[in-house]
């Protein structure tokens, strides 16, 4: 396994009752991303040693995808055949507006979740765009 840790939050109230993890199995890191729900439990965070992490966010089959080597340049995953126009996600326990694009299903976050929990790499059969910038992995 290439990430070392993750963390979950779930927010009560104001208050996020979350909790770091070390990693095990990858279906652990699944269950979390799948349990999701957009409301308490909005991000699920996969974590590398330095600024290496990936961050997973939304839920109920709208997700936000990102992933950083550096914690300076950042990959998102997107879905081409949507659009720029805004929606509204919960991630990280607040409300927030994210371009059509950038909210993926499931299927495609579990793919690029398991790539970089497994490998540390950027999953090829899924698109990235950094810095609105496509580019090929």
């Known amino acids: 396994m290439f990430i070392s840790k993750f963390s979950v939050e779930n927010w009560v109230g ?6 770091l993890k070390q990693v095990h199995f990858w279906p652990e890191i699944e269950t979390a991303i799948k349990e999701l729900d957009g409301h308490r439990k909005t991000l ?3 974590e590398a040693e330095e600024e290496t992490h990936m961050a997973i966010g939304g839920g109920t089959g709208k997700y936000v995808v990102y992933l ?3 914690n300076e340049d950042f990959h998102y995953v997107v879905d081409l055949s949507k659009s720029d126009e805004e929606m509204i996600l919960v991630v ?6 994210y371009p059509a694009k ?5 299927d495609t976050t579990i793919k690029a979740a398991k790539t970089f ?3 540390g790499t950027m999953e090829k059969s899924v ?6 910038v496509f580019e090929p992995v």
């Open 14 to 19: 104001n208050q996020n009752k979350g909790f």
């Open 44 to 46: 699920v965070t996969l």
């Open 68 to 70: 950083t080597f550096n």
């Open 92 to 97: 990280g326990g607040q409300e927030g507006f």
């Open 102 to 106: 950038l909210c993926v299903d499931l």
């Open 117 to 119: 929990a497994e490998l």
């Open 127 to 132: 698109v990235w765009e950094r810095d609105g």
